[in-house]
C-alpha cells in the first residue's frame, strides 16, 4: 500500500477547480498518503523545492522531467454583464483593442489570445491592469474591470450562471492548452507518485462531461 508524504504543486487555478474534488476520493482510498498542496504561477523546478508531482501547462523543454498528459483546456475571451452594460460588447480585435484588457504579468505569453488580427497572426493585448493570478483576473473580471481571457475550465461554471459573458466566440481559434503531471524521471517513481497520477487519469476517463476536457 503507498503510504507517505506526497508533494503536489500546481497553479492556483488548477488546484481550486481541477484537483480540489480529487483530494477527498483520493485520500479515502489511499489513507495512508498525506498530502502537501503548494501553489505556485509559475514553473517551478522540482528538486528545489522538493515537489514530487507538479500539474503544468505546456510542453515540455526540460528532457530530465517525464509529462502525463491529463486534460487539454481551451481559453475563453469573457467579460462581466456590469462590464458590458457600461462599455459595450466588442464584437471584432479592432474593438477589442479600445476596451480594458486584464492580462499576466507572468507568463506574458497568456496575453496572445486565440484571436486573429487582420494580418493572421494573434492578437497581443495591452494589459490596463496586469497579475500573475489567473485567480486574481478572475475576480477583476466578475467585478466588472475588464475583459480577460482564461482557461475553460475555471470559468464554465460562470459562464452557464450568467455570471461572465462569453465574447467573440465565433472568432475564436482552437488553440489548444495541454495539461500534463510532471515527475522527474531520473528516480525511481514512487508508489505514491504512480497512484496519484492513474487516479488523476481515471478520474478524467470517468468525469461527467464539462468537468474536464480529456487530453
Not at 131 to 156: H, P, R, V
Amino acid at each position: 500500500t503507498p503510504r507517505g508524504l506526497l508533494r503536489i504543486d500546481a497553479a492556483t487555478p488548477v488546484m481550486l477547480h481541477f484537483l480540489m474534488p480529487l483530494i477527498k476520493p483520493f485520500r479515502e482510498r489511499y489513507p495512508e498518503i498525506t498530502l502537501s498542496l503548494v501553489s505556485s504561477e509559475t514553473f517551478i523546478n522540482l528538486i528545489e523545492r522538493k515537489v514530487d508531482v507538479a500539474i503544468r501547462a505546456g510542453t515540455l523543454t526540460d528532457s530530465s522531467l517525464r509529462a502525463r498528459p491529463l486534460f487539454t483546456s481551451y481559453r475563453k475571451i469573457i467579460a462581466s454583464p456590469d462590464y458590458i452594460a457600461r462599455f459595450g460588447k466588442p464584437e471584432t480585435v479592432e474593438e477589442l483593442k479600445r476596451h480594458l484588457c486584464l492580462g499576466f504579468s507572468e507568463p506574458v505569453s497568456l496575453n496572445t489570445w486565440p484571436i486573429a488580427c487582420s494580418d493572421g497572426q494573434l492578437h497581443e493585448i495591452e494589459c490596463g491592469i496586469s497579475s500573475n493570478s489567473g485567480e486574481t483576473l478572475k475576480q477583476l473580471c466578475l467585478s466588472g474591470n475588464g475583459i480577460a481571457c482564461l482557461s475553460d475550465y475555471m470559468i464554465d461554471k460562470e459562464i452557464a450562471r450568467g455570471e461572465l459573458v462569453e465574447l467573440l466566440a465565433d472568432k475564436r481559434l482552437p488553440v489548444e492548452m495541454p495539461f500534463s503531471a510532471v515527475y522527474y524521471s531520473d528516480r525511481a517513481v514512487s508508489t505514491r507518485i504512480r497512484a496519484f497520477i492513474d487516479f488523476l487519469s481515471e478520474y478524467i476517463r470517468t468525469a461527467p462531461a464539462g468537468a474536464v476536457k480529456e487530453g
